[in-house]
């Protein structure tokens, strides 16, 4: 069982950053590649970003390709999520989850311990 807890939301104005983080209770953080969904209301959890479990690898969405960027600190158990350039469709529930899965995916089913969220608002 991997704890997961999600900081950093908040409210911004378009254009905006903000830096979430997600830190995890276990020392076994480093063996799990990492990712970031968001969930809009009334919208089904979509994937933002992937990272393997030694940092070489990421992956990302097309909607938030060259303003987001994931990264983590395995010493610190944490991984990050850097938000820029923020827009109004950006506003959403943000989890991070821990996959047991090595290859890359971004479907919500594959990735087996969740944090509780954290609300990101934007606004216009």
């Known amino acids: 069982q991997v704890h997961l807890v999600e900081s950093g939301g908040g409210l911004v104005q378009a254009g905006g950053s903000l830096r979430l983080s997600c830190t995890a209770s276990?020392?076994?953080?480093?063996?799990?590649?990492m990712g970031w969904f968001r969930q809009a209301p009334d919208k089904e959890r979509e994937f933002v970003t992937r990272i393997s479990r030694s940092a070489i690898s990421t992956y990302y969405a097309d909607s938030v390709k060259g303003r987001f960027t994931i990264s983590r600190d395995n010493a610190k158990n944490t991984v990050y999520l850097q938000m820029n350039s923020l827009k109004p469709e950006d506003t959403a529930v943000y989890y991070c989850?821990?996959?047991?899965?090595?290859?890359?995916?971004?479907?919500?089913?594959?990735?087996?311990?969740w944090g509780q969220g954290t609300q990101v608002t934007v606004s216009s």
């Open positions: 276990e020392r076994t953080f480093s063996i799990y590649p």
């Open positions: 989850a821990a996959t047991t899965r090595t290859y890359i995916t971004t479907q919500p089913h594959d990735y087996d311990y």
